[in-house]
């Protein structure tokens, strides 16, 4: 197993991805006892502007808060996409809203309809667990009972179900 992931989680404000990236590196940290940093980024607008985490998990030092070299990106909208796909090496794995996203790269690019996924289990605001399954499925980096217990630190008690089952959907 990889003992170091960098990666990357970006849409727009709204879409959780920053709650997932804080939930990410606290599975890490927190139930692993890995090393872990996660430095965000989001413009001024709390809805609909670029909004990315960067996660880091290493089981020796990390020397850079930030993903340098970033193993995954999720990327959740068109911009998002495109600010990565020409910066990341060309074994970096993309994986994209295809219900939102057209992949300019081709290979290392996997397509999943998050959008429509998210509505179809009850809730858009699904759309981070469904991200984070897509992480796990992917990159193995955390167990998915770590993940579970940090997103339980982060989400109220009454949506844990519903975003439970969220991020299980892709191991299915």
Not at 16 to 30: Q, R
Not at 127 to 143: A, D, P
């Amino acid at each position: 197993m990889k003992k170091k992931w960098q990666i990357v989680l970006a849409g727009e404000g709204g879409q959780g991805m920053i709650v997932a990236g804080v939930a990410l590196a606290e599975a890490a940290a927190v139930f692993e006892g890995k090393n872990a940093t996660q430095a965000q980024s989001y413009g001024i607008a709390s809805r609909g502007g670029f909004s990315s985490a960067e996660v880091v998990i290493n089981e020796g030092e990390i020397f850079y808060p930030k993903a340098e070299e970033p193993d995954f990106v999720l990327a959740l909208t068109q911009d998002a996409y495109n600010r990565f796909y020409n910066w990341v090496s060309p074994e970096c794995l993309i994986v994209y809203d295809s219900d939102r996203v057209t992949s300019k790269r081709g290979a290392n690019d996997l397509g999943y309809p998050l959008s429509v996924t998210s509505v179809r289990l009850g809730s858009e605001k699904l759309i981070n667990s469904l991200s984070l399954g897509l992480v796990l499925k992917h990159t193995r980096c955390v167990k998915p009972e770590s993940l579970e217990k940090a997103l339980a630190k982060q989400l109220p008690e009454k949506a844990m179900g519903a975003n439970v089952k969220a991020l299980g959907y892709w191991q299915e």
